[in-house]
């Protein structure tokens, strides 16, 4: 199905897109697309403005700070797959990245875009929240900081209000060891469950596709056994659908939640 007729603007500062979502009650900020113009073309969602951010040049960029790492919003899966930054501080972010969808979707698909769609099945917000990542949201009062366990609300809802913009996501250095582990429709779907563990004296693990937000689960340890039953205490209600009925995502959490650890484990060795 073709889009349905839209007005597009595509400004050069994040003052200047923040104006425009501020003037435009129905606008849409446009990162990859790889989302959005999917659930337009399929009549989901109609935006009368579509503010595209690729010419902003304060969401772009992976920069290594004293504290680990600051990513733009705009950095696609391949750079951030890529990255030699990336693959020194939080190895775990270039092997996950590595592993969304295919070339095409790499080469667009955003990291903001990702985690502000917070698609249950995406691969991202499980482990920005393992890792303990903070997202930088702008708006017309300033730039607010959000720990990434706060900031995915519901199926594709999170803490970025209207008039606002994610604009980067601070990743602490690698104390210890993560882990990430996923099951997927075909090699380039979505997931059908995923889970990511960062161990640091603590263990902690965070299961994707079980619930509208990632769901944070402490083990007592990084053995398999442990996590296991961290988990199944849990009491998780994952939903059913046409992939995977919900007692299977509810037994594969586990599998995946040990196999996360087990790598972190063995990393941070």
């Known amino acids: 199905m073709l889009l349905a007729s839209v007005e597009y603007a595509r400004p050069r500062s994040l003052d200047e897109a923040l104006s425009l979502l501020a ?30 951010l690729n010419d902003v040049p304060e969401l772009r960029g992976i920069r290594e700070t004293d504290d680990g790492l600051e990513l733009g919003a705009m950095v696609t899966y391949t750079q951030l797959a890529r990255a030699e930054e990336v693959h020194r501080e939080r190895p775990i972010l270039a092997e996950v990245a590595a592993q969304i969808a295919d070339v095409q979707v790499r ?3 955003t990291v903001g875009g990702n985690v502000c769609s917070n698609d249950p ?19 017309a009062s300033g730039i607010r900081l959000v720990p990434a366990e706060e900031f995915f609300l519901g199926v594709y809802l999170t803490a970025v209000g209207p008039g606002e913009l994610l604009t980067g996501i601070s990743v602490p250095r690698r104390q210890g060891g993560d882990g990430f582990a996923s099951v997927t429709i075909g090699a ?14 603590d263990v902690r693990v965070v ?7 990632p769901v ?54």
């Open 23 to 52: 003037a435009n009650p129905n606008a849409r900020a446009l990162a990859g697309g790889q989302t959005l113009i999917n659930v337009m073309k399929a009549r989901i969602a109609a935006p009368e403005l579509l503010v595209d």
């Open 207 to 213: 299961l994707g596709c079980v619930a509208a937000t």
């Open 107 to 109: 080469n667009r698909g």
């Open 216 to 269: 944070v689960v402490e083990a007592p340890s990084a053995d398999d056994e442990a996590v296991r039953k961290a988990v199944a205490g849990a009491e998780l209600d994952p939903p059913s659908d046409i992939h995977a009925p919900a007692e299977y995502r509810r037994q594969l959490a586990g599998v995946l939640a040990a196999r996360a650890a087990r790598q972190a484990r063995e990393e941070a060795a």
């Open 121 to 139: 099945t995406n691969h991202l917000p499980p482990v920005l929240v393992a890792v303990g990542a903070t997202m930088a949201i702008a708006g």
């Open 188 to 201: 380039d779907g979505t997931c059908i469950a995923n889970a990511a563990a960062s161990v640091n004296g």
